[in-house]
């Protein structure tokens, strides 16, 4: 099998889903005593939280590319960034390496091309929401995103930094993504992006008004498999 590296802390909630996940999926393909040979890069949080100016992404930027080439130089074949909002410096930290980066919004672009799927919402952190460098990927494999409500963009804020990203699931978070969710398939989505690890705390990714692309765990999947097949 060959070795994964990966850029984490980004919560460290999300880097625990990562490596549960990665480790199942291999296990499930492989041997059930199989288990993925991964690098871990655990960043301090709370030193790339509420970006917000062009500096802090610089700031963040610099500091992935960092840790993408300790990944590299102790021997990572390739790497993958533990979260959705930060592929916002994708471009700059893929160009710090020699080894490839697997982008999430590409994954899930073409799993939702692969079931044939036109019209989604995409729910996640502000930029993700809001900002070209996620939506365009999805757009690209022929996905029709309707504008995010600006209501929704602070409320989930509010939950995903506030509560979830410690690791804290409320009744209230649970109630209000289930109403964004069955409002959206009102206004006629057909598919809901969970564009945000921690979301999968409060959304029953499984059974649900509509279905449900969870992009960590499509993330996942895509590494181990990349995994595996060395």
């Given at each position: 099998?060959r ?8 919560s ?18 492989t041997?059930p ?13 709370a ?11 610089q ?13 590299e ?5 390739q ?11 994708y ?28 019209n ?7 930029n ?7 939506r ?5 494999h ?6 995010p409500?600006?209501q ?10 506030e ?15 289930k ?12 598919a ?28 996942c999947?895509?590494a ?5 097949a060395?």
């Amino acid at each position: 099998m060959r070795k994964l590296g990966m850029i984490g802390g980004m919560s460290w909630v999300s880097t625990h889903t990562y490596y549960e996940c990665i480790n199942r999926y291999v296990q499930k393909r492989t041997s059930p005593m199989s288990s993925a040979p991964l690098l871990i890069e655990s960043l301090d949080f709370a030193q790339l939280y509420g970006l917000r100016e062009a500096s802090d992404w610089q700031r963040a930027a610099q500091t992935l590319s960092e840790s993408a080439k300790r990944l590299e130089g102790a021997g990572a074949e390739q790497i993958i960034i533990c979260a959705n909002s930060m592929h916002r410096v994708y471009d700059d930290v893929a160009a710090s390496v020699s080894v490839p980066i697997l982008h999430i919004a590409e994954c899930v672009g073409e799993r939702m091309a692969k079931d044939g799927v036109k019209n989604a919402a995409l729910i996640g952190t502000r930029n993700v929401m809001t900002e070209s460098f996620y939506r365009e990927r999805l757009v690209k494999h022929g996905v029709d995103l309707p504008a995010p409500e600006v209501q929704n963009v602070e409320l989930l804020d509010r939950y995903i930094y506030e509560e979830l990203m410690v690791g804290k699931a409320t009744r209230d978070a649970e109630r209000a993504l289930k109403t964004i969710i069955t409002k959206k398939a009102q206004d006629g989505a057909k598919a809901i992006v969970l564009a945000c690890t921690e979301l999968e705390l409060v959304v029953d990714t499984r059974a649900n008004v509509l279905p449900i692309y969870d992009s960590a765990r499509i993330h996942c999947e895509a590494a181990a498999e990349w995994i595996i097949a060395g």
